[in-house]
């Protein structure tokens, strides 16, 4: 089998459910409605925010990601610290690795940490996400193409050595977030200790709230200066899950009639390259980082 190309044993059928509240139909309307209108005006903004300062640019890049999240229904939860824009001059950029489980982890991420994602081909051909991935310099890789791997780690580690910060989902292929999730593949690691960047790795989950007796949603502020107003969550939610062969619109579909759904990203400690010539001892220690949830947790300054 193509180590590039891994396979999850995670069904939509079996692992894509939801058991918790939903929502009416025209309320689950509105909310996808929303939510395609919100990513098309991040498309058609794109050329203008393209010609703005750095940290101009990262910061609504970041606030317009959260509001992708918020528009489909889902509560966001960060905890740590979210990036400082833009990297000392000269200085190598940091590579972000989270698990997958969700095509809402993109926006996720990129609410904290904006920057050239790596994505699988097929994403360019999807409606306005593909575009807005392209204009936004998203890595794309042909993931059945074996031979194509060489030149995926020399392309990741000359955008780390120019200072960018590259987003990548090592498993390879999303997960249901129930179990431990997939082997965090190297390939990347090596562009990460070729470049001498940093890497950073970061902890997805998706989760369904408690019954709440003020409605299944509540206000929430932006990414920078929000108001905290934390609240634990329980069960993990299958209602996010991307998985197998399911269909993008079948994934929305569920995701805006889901009730009470959160999303959190953790934020934990990066990890230095240097010293770390194995990238599979690299791998290995982010793997364990995003799999050990009580591992290293950093203070909780940032909530939905």
């Known amino acids: 089998m193509n180590p590039w190309l891994p396979t999850a044993p995670c069904t939509p059928g079996s692992c894509a459910g939801h058991d918790g509240r939903v929502r009416g139909r025209p309320a689950a309307a509105a909310l996808l409605l929303a939510g395609c209108l919100w990513i098309m005006a991040g498309a058609l903004g794109a050329p203008f925010v393209a010609v703005l300062g750095a940290a101009r640019r990262e910061r609504l890049i970041r ?33 972000v690795v989270a698990n997958h489980i969700s095509w809402l982890d993109i926006p996720l991420v990129t609410a904290v940490f904006p920057g050239r994602m790596l994505a699988k081909s097929e994403i360019r051909g999807w409606p306005l996400l593909g575009p807005l991935a392209a204009r936004g310099g998203t890595l794309f890789v042909e993931r059945d ?9 020399r392309t990741i580690g000359s955008a780390l050595r120019g200072g960018s910060r590259v987003v ?15 082997r965090f593949a190297p ?61 993008l619109i079948a994934s929305l579909w569920r995701v805006v009639t889901a009730a009470g759904l959160t999303a959190e990203i953790r934020v934990l ?19 364990t980082a995003v799999a050990n949830e009580s591992a290293n947790r950093p203070p909780e300054s940032v909530h939905h």
């Open 269 to 287: 400690p990066q990890i230095p390259t240097a010293g770390r010539p194995d990238r599979r001892d690299l791998a290995r220690r982010a793997q």
């Open 63 to 95: 606030c317009w990601a959260y509001g992708v999240v918020r528009a489909f229904g889902v509560r966001v939860r960060i905890v740590g610290t979210p990036a400082e824009p833009g990297t000392a001059p000269g200085a190598a950029g940091t590579l």
């Open 187 to 247: 390939a990347a690691f090596q562009a990460a200790i070729d470049a001498g960047a940093t890497v950073r790795p970061v902890r997805l989950s998706y989760r369904v709230e408690p019954p709440r007796t003020t409605g299944t949603t509540g206000r929430t502020g932006p990414v920078r200066g929000c108001r905290p107003a934390g609240h634990e969550s329980t069960a993990p939610a299958g209602a996010a899950a991307f998985v197998g062969d399911d269909p």
């Open 145 to 153: 193409r074996l031979r194509a791997l060489p030149m995926t780690v």
């Open 168 to 182: 990548v989902f090592p498993e390879g292929t999303t997960w249901c977030g129930r179990g431990s999730g997939g």
